[in-house]
């Protein structure tokens, strides 16, 4: 994909798109594969304002801040 910002080659919408971390529900197997669970009841926040299309509104009611914290090493 082309950097520069006046390029048409980015998807619709991509530079309002946002990042999300999901609450961890533990590890699983499942079909014979690894699997990472989501914490259920915060996951059926995100599901019910994707559903509903309220992304705007789950973001602002969910944000825990925009960095990645001191003990993550971003080299």
Do not use: I
């Amino acid at each position: 994909m082309d950097s520069n910002p006046e390029s048409t080659d980015e998807p619709e919408g991509a530079r309002e798109a946002a990042g999300l971390s999901l609450a961890f529900g533990g590890f699983d197997t499942r079909d014979g594969r690894s699997a990472v669970l989501m914490a259920g009841c915060p996951a059926a926040q995100l599901w019910e304002a994707m559903r509903n299309d309220r992304m705007p509104q789950y973001f602002e009611e969910h944000r825990t801040g925009d960095t990645l914290g001191a003990d993550v090493d971003r080299t």
